[in-house]
């Protein structure tokens, strides 16, 4: 009888344990996808266009839009507002904001 406790105690830990890595799976799994979503929305600081101080004034995403080529900026105006702008043949502002979350906000429901 010691034996059979013994054997469903192992056969306990067995199963606890094989839960555990597929759990474990799962929440890397689950972390990869976000991580790849969250690249979809990454926006770079460009350091060159800093303002006096070091302060951004400038941001870069990639994008691979059709009409509006591979990357759309969003640069501080000397009015402090946001513009959304591409690059094709000359720099095209498409949209001014009033914040940088609405230029990004823009960016991703229109591009």
């Known amino acids: ?5 013994l054997f469903s105690v192992y056969l306990y830990i067995d199963f606890a344990l094989i839960l555990v890595y597929y759990m474990t799976i799962a929440r890397k799994q689950q972390q990869t996808k976000q991580e790849g979503m969250d690249m979809k929305n990454i ?9 006096e101080n070091g302060e951004p004034t400038c941001w870069a995403k990639e994008i691979n839009h ?3 080529g591979k990357f759309v900026w969003i640069t501080e105006n000397e009015n402090c507002l946001y513009d959304v702008e591409v690059n094709r043949v000359e720099f095209i502002t498409l949209v001014t904001c009033k914040t ?9 429901k229109n591009l």
Not at 43 to 51: F, P, S, T, Y
Not at 100 to 108: G, I
């Open 1 to 5: 009888m010691k034996e059979n406790t």
């Open 43 to 51: 926006w770079n600081i460009v350091h060159d266009c800093d303002g």
């Open 66 to 68: 059709p009409k509006y």
């Open 100 to 108: 940088l979350t609405s230029a990004k906000r823009w960016v991703s």
